[in-house]
């Protein structure tokens, strides 16, 4: 009876993973304009079964964006506090961004829809905003650590930010066109880093 | 009388520049929807002088982007033949596209939006196309042989190539909400040069 309970539960979150990942293809390639019949087609479910796992279009778009921002499952701001060198906890963090804008480009783009939309209601608009800010500030600390303890090249944390940022902006551009393709070209993070290493001239 | 006509000359193209300019910021703001009436607003010239500088609106259009795809005079593919090492070279028109994405973000996103609007005729697009691919086979090439100098560091092309275009398409990205404020924040081009520096270790 239990393993029947586990068994089912499983098949409800694998259901479950299959709509989402549907629907941030769906929305990717058709924007809000997408319906929930849209995504039931893409996941090869009825509609009706789509609707009991998420009880609205919003919902759909709500949990999409949800996953968007878990980049990792402690979130960005225990990058702060994990074990390891400021440059190390950088390092980390920028791999797991970079392998995530490369493998889900969609996802980063529908952030993007979601915050440019006028119906996107406010709170929805403050949380990406927000999240956007703390990436911000958590990368910002890690730099100013890592050049303290001689990791991270010296100048302006503002300007290595930025660099930074940009190029992770970039990949999703990149990459949206041909996602499978782009896969092949997606710079190891090793590239990316080398901007905030230290120079020895 | 000569002088005269040179005195015009130059006031005639003060005013196209000026024009151009306000349909750069007008476009930016209210991408294709935008009117001669705005851009003539927008410059504080009448509408008919507008006309008087651009035929329509499609061809405004087409000397902006003419505009944004000369980031240098001469061309992307001179790079290839002047003189200098391929370092040198790639550094140079590297300095001047990041200038020109943080100092022009306007003009990368009118781009864009030509790019992508199925209002654009065939030929516009297919030269924003070449243009792109162009910019990437330069990238490549200079690559190339700055790794058989040593200037550059060695791994796939591919990969360096790739990481330095999403820096430049991130910084559109992140200069178009704010253009004035993200001057301060423009990464010097020194930092993005570092991605493709040969590492001694």
Redesign the interface.
Known sequence: MARTAEANQRLREAQRVKILESASRVFARLGRAATMADVATEAQVSQGLAYRYFASKEALFQALIEQAMQTNPTGLQSFLEMPGTPGERLALLLSRLVESRCEHPELYQILDQVQNSETTPNNLRALIRKRGQIFLDVMSQLIVEGQATNEI?G??P??????I???????T??ALPHPEQFK?????VG??L??L?P??D
């Open positions: 090249a100048g302006d503002a300007q290595l930010v930025t660099a940022a940009a190029c992770l902006e970039g990949l551009k990149l092949k070209n997606c710079p190891d590239i990316i080398r901007m290493k120079q020895v």
